[in-house]
C-alpha cells in the first residue's frame, strides 16, 4: 500500500525568502511518480512539479524544485523567492503502478509580507 | 484546450437522498478519477475509470458510484446521503494507458461542494 506523509500542517515563511516544504512516502513499486499540487482558497487543485523514480535529476519548474532523495523515500518542494499568491494548502502525491495517485494531508503555507 | 469541467458547483441535500456529479474530462484523457476532500484534509481516492470500466477503488462503500462515457466524461454517483458525505468532490482526468500512468499529472477540475443537511 502506498502512504504519504506531511508532517508540516502549516509553515510560514518572509515574502521573497525561500522555504522547503517536506514529504516522504512508502511504496513497494519500482516505478512511481511523485508530484506537488497547491490548493489556493477557491479550492482548484494546480499542478506544480512532477519527479519520476528513475529520474536522476531533481525536477525543476520555475520558482519550484523537488529535492528527492530516493533511499530516504522523501520528496521535499523547495519554493524560492516567495510570493504574496504561494499563500495555499500543498499536497504532495504519488502515483504507482497501481494507477491511482494518493495524497498527502497537506501544508498549509502562509507567506508573510 | 479545454480543461476539466464539473457540475454542479455547489449543492445541497438531505440526508438519504441520492445525488449525481458531473465530469467532463480534459481533451485527449481517457482516464477519470474521483477524489473526496473533507475540509482541512487530503483529497481520498474514490475510484478510477478507464475506457468506460473502473480499474481501481479506495476505500469507499458500494453506495458511491460511477460511469464513465465514450466520449470519457464520467458521473459519480452517491446512494443514502450520509451527514459525513459533505465534502469537496473533485474530479481529475489524465492522459495514458492502464499500467502506464505512473508518470502522468491529474488534471483537476474545480470540484462539487457538497453539503449534506
Known amino acids: 500500500a502506498q502512504k504519504i506523509t506531511q508532517t508540516q500542517p502549516g509553515m510560514f515563511v518572509q515574502e521573497k525568502e525561500a522555504v522547503t516544504l517536506d514529504c516522504t512516502y512508502d511504496t513497494s513499486d519500482q516505478s512511481y511518480g511523485l508530484f506537488w499540487y497547491k490548493q489556493p482558497s477557491s479550492g482548484e487543485m494546480i499542478f506544480l512539479i512532477y519527479?519520476?523514480?528513475?529520474?536522476?535529476q531533481n525536477a525543476t519548474e520555475g520558482r519550484y524544485s523537488l529535492n528527492f532523495q530516493k533511499a530516504r523515500k522523501s520528496a521535499n518542494l523547495v519554493i524560492s523567492a516567495s510570493q504574496l499568491g504561494d499563500s495555499a494548502m500543498y499536497f504532495c502525491?504519488?502515483?504507482?503502478?497501481?494507477?491511482?495517485?494518493?495524497f498527502g494531508a497537506g501544508t498549509r503555507l502562509t507567506v508573510k509580507p | 484546450e479545454t480543461g476539466v469541467t464539473q457540475s454542479p458547483t455547489h449543492l445541497i441535500k438531505t440526508r438519504g437522498q441520492q445525488v449525481t456529479l458531473r465530469c467532463s474530462s480534459q481533451s485527449g484523457h481517457n482516464t477519470v478519477s474521483w477524489y473526496q476532500q473533507a475540509l482541512g484534509q487530503g483529497p481520498q481516492f474514490i475510484f478510477q475509470?478507464?475506457?468506460?470500466?473502473?480499474?481501481g477503488r479506495g476505500n469507499f462503500p458500494p453506495r458511491f458510484s460511477g460511469l464513465q462515457f465514450p466520449n470519457y466524461s464520467s458521473e459519480l454517483n452517491v446512494n443514502a446521503l450520509e451527514l459525513d458525505d459533505s465534502a469537496l468532490y473533485l474530479c481529475?482526468?489524465?492522459?495514458?494507458?492502464?499500467?502506464?500512468?505512473?508518470?502522468?499529472?491529474?488534471?483537476f477540475g474545480n470540484g462539487t461542494r457538497l453539503t449534506v443537511t
Open positions: 502525491a504519488m502515483r504507482g503502478w497501481g494507477n491511482d495517485m494518493r
Open positions: 481529475a482526468s489524465s492522459a495514458g494507458r492502464t499500467g502506464g500512468l505512473y508518470n502522468s499529472p491529474l488534471h
Open positions: 519527479q519520476g523514480s528513475y529520474d536522476e
Open positions: 475509470y478507464y475506457r468506460e470500466e473502473e480499474n
